[in-house]
């Protein structure tokens, strides 16, 4: 058989016919002429095979109780599903069965890292239905613990997203600072977190000289902390490779899905309830509301460090216009127990109040001992509100049928409504980048699964 013969044999497509290799191309042909490399690339199983990967719960990555299942082809996540429910406590139906003073026990403990705001937007709706104003020394206080709890939030996000990327220094100092702010809380509530600090009527006691010393002393410190944390981000080119383009969502992705808060600004609209929908007399503060365009985990990171500076400046706004006065409206049925006389314990009533109380007369024991037991009515109807917390926007639908309790008290958590883009900017990119994208939508699970 002639060599001609072969090739022509071979171009026959003869399903006999040996591999023969073109020298000149460098290729390898199968029997019927095919290219073994175009052939095994279609057939890779890299690109067919879709591998099913359980992320969580854990920390860290999936914030603990955040379970997620990720379809993958290759290194290529091609489907999330985050499957919540591991943290779920029952708040909102609980709050059904107690009076409207013991709901901010409640909600305090929702978005744990934010519980100020909780109970204040919380309140304003059951002021809205009492028809109540309250004073102004505890509309400023509403607003100095507001802040310095966004700021304590926000080193949260730092430290806990800086440890998930590998920067674990990060950990370490956004955690040294959050500590000044919880000394802070528990000079003025006696509690660091989930303080029920703030109630329907104003707030639970009156701020010391004490704190506000110790508040003058943190807005000394905390400029220099933030300029750290921007050295030390900044000077970080592996941090700016695992930031920058990764998790991208746009503003018409984020009105879409409802995103609201740092992730939203980040995408370059200044949308901020303090200033769109001012509430407790923030149209009065001089602040602004940082935004950046680059729709990506960097841009969320700056938002946040600039929130801190802004917040800053409110804080410092505060204490200036801070003049003595009461905390909680005159009201007494609605006033307790916020006036109540503190014992030596920091908690409890004074034996000086209780025989007071006692001394009264039989109507005032019996008042006492109502508002104790019962609380006060709140006149039927339907209200909603929302402030904004350091996630984004939280909202309080609260139902009253004229009873001493809530008969409905709904949440709008942003954790929960900002996690449906979780799939959305993960989906296309690779498994590391969804702890980074997730870790920017900063969740906290108690309010997702209230």
């Avoid at 998930?164 to 000394?183: D, N």
């Avoid at 506000?212 to 220099?224: G, H, N, S, T, Y």
């Avoid at 509301?289 to 410092?316: A, F, N």
Wanted: negative net charge; charged residues 20%.
């Amino acid at each position: 058989m002639t060599e001609h013969s072969t090739s022509s044999r071979a171009s026959a497509k003869d399903p006999f016919a040996a591999t023969a290799r073109d020298t000149t191309e460098g290729k390898v042909y199968t029997v019927t002429g095919g290219d073994w490399d175009t052939i095994v690339g279609s057939d890779d199983p890299l690109h067919h095979e879709k591998l099913v990967i359980n992320m969580g719960p854990q920390h860290p990555s999936t914030h603990g109780v955040l379970r997620l299942v990720l379809e993958m082809e290759g290194e290529t996540v091609t489907d999330v599903r985050p499957v919540i429910g591991y943290l779920h406590t029952g708040i909102e139906k609980n709050m059904e069965y107690r009076t409207w003073t013991q709901g901010s026990t409640f909600v305090t403990r929702a978005d744990y890292l934010s519980p100020i705001a909780n109970e204040t937007v919380y309140c304003l709706a059951v002021e809205r239905l009492l028809g109540v104003e309250i004073t102004e020394r505890a509309r400023l206080i509403r607003v100095l613990m507001l802040e310095l709890n966004r700021i304590a939030s926000h080193l949260v996000w730092f430290a806990t997203t800086g440890m998930e990327l590998g920067a674990t220094t990060m950990m370490i100092i956004g955690f040294r600072e959050r500590e000044m702010i919880l000394e802070i809380f528990e000079l003025i509530t006696g509690l660091r977190m989930n303080m029920a600090y703030v109630r329907p009527g104003g707030v639970a006691q009156d701020v010391t000289q004490e704190a506000i010393d110790a508040i003058r002393e943190f807005l000394k410190v905390m400029p220099q902390r933030l300029k750290q944390y921007e050295n030390l981000m900044n000077g970080q080119p592996v941090l700016h490779a695992r930031t920058k383009g990764v998790a991208y969502l746009d503003v018409s992705g984020c009105l879409a899905l409802g995103v609201t808060g740092p992730v939203l600004r980040s995408a370059g609209l200044p949308w901020d309830l303090r200033k769109t929908m001012p509430y407790l007399g923030y149209d009065e503060f001089d602040f602004e509301v940082p935004t950046e365009t680059t729709c990506d985990v960097y841009g969320r990171w700056m938002v946040r460090w600039h929130e801190c500076q802004e917040s800053l400046k409110i804080i410092k706004q505060v204490l200036d216009r801070l003049e003595p006065g009461p905390v909680m409206v005159e009201d007494k049925k609605i006033a307790w127990p916020a006036q109540l006389a503190i014992g030596t314990d920091g908690m409890g009533n004074s034996l000086s109040h209780v025989a007071k109380i006692m001394g009264q007369s039989m109507e005032a024991l019996i008042h006492h001992f109502k508002l104790v037991t019962e609380g006060f009515r709140v006149p039927a109807g339907q209200v909603y509100t929302s402030i904004e917390s350091p996630r984004g926007e939280i909202g309080c639908h609260a139902v009253s049928d004229g009873g001493t309790r809530p008969y409905r008290v709904h949440l709008r958590e942003p954790s929960f409504v900002n996690l449906q883009a979780l799939p959305a900017i993960s989906e296309g990119g690779l498994l590391a980048d969804v702890v980074a994208g997730g870790a920017s939508l900063d969740p906290v699970m108690g309010g997702v699964d209230r």
